[in-house]
């Protein structure tokens, strides 16, 4: 049901706003966005300068850090997460309450960044939680986590009561909290979340075997130059 726009400006002239509960809803919840208050790395000293008064970020209404993920509905994961730290980032994403959100902050929190090659470094923190908006750099500038902010409250206003899958009961549950094995951390990644053979079908794995086998092309030697360059004249044959 759609109400007159004409309607709708003598109405607000009263003093009387008429909309739908669908749009009261997701203005209250992009209005009143609270972060949790920790930090992983570098990231997290640009997330720190987003909250203050040159960037201020109180003007979209996530100012209000809160300190228990009891009280938190959006995780911004800011830097390097480790293996060791990935369980504690896990366990606090399952504690916060529906609806929540998770901003990856930084290149090390989408896919390990500089060091994706270490043993110790987690290659995105998407295996284990989901990831809403993704903010690249390394680190990103405050304005990016703002940019990435305004990103995840335009989602939010698309979200439909009906249709959002935190208020489902066939979704209902927590995350898998991965604990230290002989091989690293176990399970690898969720499966729910993060699945390697989904991303990459099978067509695609077939495809590349049947690719030409690349063969690197000699190289052709390169002139001396010494050998080019004339001759110095000797003292003797100047006379």
């Known amino acids: 049901m759609s109400i007159d726009e004409k309607l709708k400006n003598e109405l607000w002239k009263s003093g009387i706003f008429a909309v739908k509960l669908q749009e009261l809803y997701n203005w209250g919840r992009r209005s009143s966005v609270w972060p949790m208050q920790f930090g992983l790395a570098c990231c997290a000293i640009e997330m720190i300068a987003a909250t203050c008064a040159r960037y201020d970020l109180a003007r979209f209404g996530a100012e209000v850090f809160r300190a228990s993920p009891r009280q938190a509905d959006l995780m911004i994961v800011s830097g390097t997460v480790t293996k060791k730290m990935a369980p504690m980032v896990v366990r606090l994403y399952n504690?916060?309450?529906?609806?929540?959100?998770?901003?990856?902050?930084?290149?090390?929190?989408?896919?390990?960044?500089p060091f994706r090659d270490g043993y110790n470094v987690l290659k995105g923190i998407d295996r284990y939680i989901p990831v809403d908006v993704h903010v690249p750099g390394c680190p990103p500038r405050p304005e990016a986590l703002l940019d990435g902010l305004i990103k995840l409250q335009e989602k939010i206003d698309a979200q439909r009561i009906a249709g959002m899958a935190s208020y489902s009961k066939e979704n209902a549950g927590e995350c898998p909290v991965p604990r230290y094995g002989k091989k690293g951390l176990e399970p690898k990644y969720n499966p729910e979340i993060f699945n390697p053979r989904q991303s990459w079908p099978e067509q695609n794995t077939k495809q590349l075997l049947r690719m030409p086998q690349y063969k690197p092309v000699p190289e052709t030697p390169k002139p001396n130059p010494s050998s080019q360059m004339p001759s110095t004249p000797k003292p003797g044959d100047l006379s």
């Not at 504690?95 to 960044?113: D, F, L, N, R, T």
């Open 95 to 113: 504690q916060m309450p529906e609806p929540k959100y998770v901003i990856a902050m930084g290149s090390c929190a989408i896919s390990g960044g």
